[in-house]
Every structure is written in structure tokens, then in C-alpha cells.
């Protein structure tokens, strides 16, 4: 089945609208305000997808794991944080 998905930053950020509750942390979670909350459906959607700098804030700080963030180790502090504990991405 499908799952229903707010945008995508260029396959790097998506947001699973079906299990998203609505609560708004990715949207304060965001520094670079990529995700505003939609006032029709009160769901978020990635407004900005070309700022998203791949921080992890948003899918750390979402209570539901709605939030998917591909993992590029291109990001030294994701790939570091992982790498230093041994931890499979």
C-alpha cells in the first residue's frame, strides 16, 4: 500500500502523512523552516525541500517516526555519530 507522503527533498526527506499525528515538533524542530504545518489538512509539508541541510532534527524530535530522512554520510555528523558506536545505518 502506498503510504500518503508530504514531499521530498530530493529523496532525502519524507514525511508519512498516514502515521503523522499532526503535533508540529518536525516544524519547531526545523532551523531552516523546510516544514510549515498545512492549515487545511494540519499535517506538515515540506515547504522548502532545496533548504533541507539533512540535520536529523525533525526525524529525531517526530514522537511517531513519521519523519524519513535518507542516511548520506556525506553528513559528517550523522555518519561520525554512528561510525564512533559502531552502529549500521
Same mark, same amino acid.
Given at each position: !500500500?502506498?503510504?500518503? /507522503?508530504?514531499? $521530498?527533498?530530493?529523496? %532525502?526527506?519524507?514525511?508519512?502523512?498516514?502515521?503523522?499525528?499532526?503535533? $508540529?515538533?518536525?516544524?519547531?524542530?526545523?532551523?531552516?523552516?523546510?516544514? =510549515? !504545518?498545512?492549515?487545511?489538512?494540519? %499535517?506538515?509539508?515540506?515547504?522548502?525541500? /532545496?533548504?533541507?541541510?539533512?540535520?536529523?532534527?525533525?526525524?529525531?524530535?517526530?514522537?511517531?517516526?513519521?519523519? #524519513?530522512? #535518507?542516511?548520506?554520510?556525506?553528513? #559528517? =555528523? /550523522?555518519?561520525?555519530?554512528?561510525?564512533?558506536?559502531?552502529? %549500521?545505518?
Amino acid at each position: !500500500m502506498n503510504e500518503p /507522503r508530504s514531499g $521530498s527533498t530530493d529523496g %532525502k526527506l519524507a514525511i508519512n502523512l498516514e502515521t503523522c499525528t499532526g503535533c $508540529s515538533l518536525c516544524v519547531l524542530a526545523c532551523p531552516v523552516d523546510v516544514i =510549515r !504545518m498545512d492549515p487545511t489538512t494540519a %499535517k506538515p509539508v515540506i515547504t522548502y525541500p /532545496r533548504d533541507c541541510q539533512v540535520c536529523y532534527l525533525c526525524e529525531d524530535d517526530c514522537p511517531t517516526h513519521s519523519i #524519513s530522512l #535518507s542516511h548520506d554520510i556525506s553528513n #559528517s =555528523r /550523522r555518519y561520525s555519530t554512528y561510525d564512533e558506536f559502531g552502529l %549500521k545505518v
